[in-house]
């Protein structure tokens, strides 16, 4: 179990095919305003495509938030070699937003990676991208629609 600044608790599991259609609403409903912004529609079977795609690369990688026994979000990421962390996605469903669970987790990756470079993309107009300049992370590409941040590791 652990609690987040708010002293929400929460637990961890890994990723089964049962999750798979959770995922792709929570995807859905966390992304689908910064697609439309940026593509002008959901295209939802693209988007089913696209969201299989996701599974078959990153289905191992993938741990599913619970909240009181109840499916919340979830997040994933990698290490890509010794020196590189990617964390790909914290998704987290509106209702469970702005508890701290999110700052936990990314908070908990950087100390777990603490001797990596932590890499992480956001769409240009999530506001999350304020935080992760908060956090230390600094802009190192601007794609259109995204930014690509990194924070690095503190030499010893």
């Not at 966390?30 to 593509?39: A, D, F, P, T």
């Not at 795609?53 to 191992?60: E, G, L, P, R, T």
């Not at 107009?125 to 924070?151: A, D, I, S, T």
């Amino acid at each position: 179990m652990i609690k987040s600044k708010s002293k929400i608790e929460y637990k961890t599991k890994q990723y089964s095919k049962d999750d798979y259609w959770f995922i792709y609403d929570v995807k859905k409903t966390v992304y689908r305003k910064y697609v439309e912004e940026n593509w002008g529609e959901w295209n939802e079977e693209e988007q089913k495509k696209l969201f299989k795609d996701f599974i078959d690369a990153h289905s191992k990688e993938i741990k599913i938030l619970m909240v009181d026994g109840v499916k919340a979000g979830f997040f994933h990421g990698k290490s890509i070699d010794k020196n590189n962390y990617v964390q790909r996605n914290i998704c987290i469903l509106p209702e469970y937003q702005g508890k701290g669970i999110g700052t936990t987790i990314l908070k908990r990756t950087i100390a777990l990676h603490k001797d990596q470079d932590i890499h992480i993309r956001c769409f240009k107009q999530n506001p999350v991208f304020k935080f992760y300049k908060k956090m230390g992370f600094e802009v190192v590409e601007e794609l259109p629609y995204h930014y690509r941040l990194v924070l690095r590791k503190k030499e010893k």
